[in-house]
Structures are given as structure tokens and as C-alpha cells.
């Protein structure tokens, strides 16, 4: 039973570009949607995290898009840097202290 | 910036020994977990811990393992009889009671079994 699925698998990008990474999932009680980065070697890093009652959130160069009846979300990275490369995860969680069920994963490259 | 800190960073055991791995979680959370990740692949919860009990555990938290708080710091996970299968990345992450969506990793410990 997969819970979170993620899209696309992998992301090449130029830099200046924008990186658009989409999440499904099908349990209407989740009620928190992170953001996870990851570096090769490295632990995931809570980049940006959204919660259902409102439909975006922009930190910096990173928006995450919420849409609560398509069950969906989404990040986006603007203006994309060759450090932005990475792994990104989203995860969904049911009330807090909970745990996080995490998607399969984005590897994003950004060339330079 | 306090940070969950994981010892050691790579473990190396043979199948059917016991492993322990370490965490200092972030001082003032409450809430404490593991998560795996095999090589390439997602990161999979496996257990949750709370005011000294397992809030939550998955298919993959069978009787080999088992979680500790042995003091006011450090957060262990022990495996009793390690298996080929269970070589993988091991994180810890904590977080705040009042509000504690956010969990933080620790930097991983990996485990190889041979």
C-alpha cells in the first residue's frame, strides 16, 4: 500500500530554472505535508513543511502548492542553483508526534 | 543551532551479532524515532517513543529490535541478531512536544552486515 507517491523520479534542470516535484497521497486524515532535502551521505533536512488549511507557502526560493481536494502537493524551486542538487523527499504525518510516511524520492540535478 | 547527533557513523557486524546504535536527540524534544533508509531507496519509519514507551512501530520493528532512553539524553536502538537485510542507513530524529510536527534528523549511522 503506497501511501505518498512521488513525481518525476529524477529532475534535470538548468540553473535559473524552476524544479517542480509533485506528491499524491490518498489519506484525507494526513495533516501535514513536509519537505525533506537530502545530500548524498547525509540526513534528510526539513526544508519546507505545509499544513491543509492554506493552499501555499513560500520560504525563499522554495513554494510548496497545497491542493486538499486533488489530494496533492507539490514544491516548487525557483531560480535553481547547482547547490539545490539533491535528493528531495515529501512526507505526510497524522497529528503531531506522529510518524512521517515519506514518498519515494526526487533526485534533482542542476546544471550549472 | 542544536542538532541530533547519531554514533557511530558507520558500523560494521557480522550476521547474528547485537548492534546498538546511539542518539542525542535535540535537548528539548520529547518526541523521539528511528527511520531507515536502504541504499537508494525511501526513508522507512520504524519506530516512535514518547514519555519512556513506543508510541508507534512498523512491520519492520519485530522482536530483534527494540528502543531505549537509558538516561536524559541518549536514545538507542538495538538489534539482537543482525541480518544481511538489515544493512542500511539509520536515523534518528526528535521533536518538540507542544506542536511537534517538525522532526529532525540526525546525520545517520550505517550499517553494514556481512
Known amino acids: 500500500q503506497q501511501q505518498v507517491k512521488q513525481s518525476p523520479q529524477s529532475l534535470i534542470v538548468q540553473k535559473g530554472g524552476i524544479s517542480i516535484i509533485n506528491c499524491a497521497y490518498e489519506?484525507?486524515?494526513?495533516?501535514?505535508f513536509p519537505w525533506y532535502q537530502q545530500f548524498p551521505g547525509k540526513g534528510p533536512a526539513l526544508l519546507i513543511a505545509?499544513?491543509?488549511?492554506?493552499s501555499e507557502k513560500k520560504e525563499g526560493r522554495f513554494t510548496i502548492s497545497f491542493n486538499k481536494s486533488a489530494k496533492q502537493f507539490s514544491l516548487h524551486i525557483m531560480d535553481s542553483q547547482p547547490g539545490d542538487s539533491a535528493t528531495y523527499f515529501c512526507?505526510?504525518?497524522?497529528?503531531?508526534?506522529?510518524?512521517?510516511?515519506f514518498g519515494g524520492g526526487t533526485r534533482v540535478l542542476v546544471k550549472p | 543551532e542544536p542538532e541530533v547527533t547519531q554514533t557511530p557513523s558507520h558500523q560494521v557486524t557480522q550476521m547474528g551479532q547485537e548492534v546498538i546504535l546511539r542518539c542525542v536527540p535535540i535537548?528539548?524534544?520529547?518526541?523521539f524515532y528511528w527511520y531507515r533508509q536502504i541504499l537508494g531507496q525511501k526513508v522507512e519509519f520504524l519506530v516512535s517513543?514518547?514519555?519512556?514507551?513506543?508510541?508507534?512501530k512498523s512491520e519492520i520493528f519485530d522482536d530483534q529490535f527494540s528502543v531505549e532512553r537509558p538516561d536524559g539524553s541518549n536514545f538507542t536502538l538495538k538489534i539482537r541478531s543482525t541480518k544481511l537485510e538489515d544493512s542500511a542507513m539509520y536515523f534518528c530524529?526528535?521533536?518538540?512536544?507542544?506542536?511537534?510536527?517538525?522532526?529532525?534528523f540526525g546525520p545517520g549511522t550505517r550499517l553494514t552486515v556481512t
Open positions: 530524529a526528535s521533536s518538540r512536544l507542544a506542536g511537534g510536527y517538525e522532526q529532525y
Open positions: 489519506n484525507t486524515a494526513f495533516d501535514y
Open positions: 505545509i499544513r491543509p488549511d492554506v
Open positions: 512526507a505526510v504525518a497524522r497529528g503531531a508526534g506522529n510518524k512521517l510516511t
Open positions: 535537548s528539548n524534544h520529547l518526541y
Open positions: 517513543f514518547y514519555n519512556n514507551e513506543i508510541s508507534e
